[in-house]
């Protein structure tokens, strides 16, 4: 059993920043490859980020490269997304999610994960 738990959404002005964060416990603090991941309304999921906690690899998708930042801290289990210069077009629900691969090529491509957190919604306003 284990579990991931974001925190952190909320509504800011465009310009703004926000950090979610997401927190593992049991079993998912095992995981190495973290995403972030965003949903709006009417829209397809999106990933946003990805790390490999074992080399501290990420990247980014093109809508977010050089505004948003994914950290993680072994001692916290937690995983971070620092986001700034926030636009309107980056409302949507967040989501982790997280699991265990290898080699770390394994983790930009993996699509299905075995934890993922209930979301926190992130709201910018123009």
């Known amino acids: 059993q284990g579990q991931l738990v974001e925190s952190g959404g909320g509504s800011v002005q465009a310009g703004g920043s926000l950090r979610l964060s997401c927190s593992a416990s049991?079993?998912?603090?095992?995981?190495?490859?973290l995403k972030w991941f965003r949903q709006a309304p009417g829209k397809e999921r999106e990933e946003v980020a990805n790390?490999?906690?074992?080399?501290?690899?990420?990247n980014y998708a093109d809508s977010v490269k050089g505004r948003f930042t994914i950290s993680h801290v072994d001692a916290e289990n937690t995983v971070y997304l620092q986001m700034n210069s926030l636009k309107p077009e980056d409302s949507a629900m967040y989501y982790c999610?997280?699991?265990?691969?290898?080699?770390?090529?394994?983790?930009?491509?993996?699509?299905?994960?075995?934890?993922w957190g209930p979301g926190t919604r992130v709201t910018v306003s123009s």
């Open positions: 999610a997280g699991d265990s691969v290898w080699p770390s090529s394994r983790c930009q491509l993996k699509k299905n994960f075995a934890y």
């Open positions: 049991g079993r998912a603090v095992y995981n190495n490859c």
């Open positions: 790390i490999f906690t074992n080399s501290g690899e990420s």
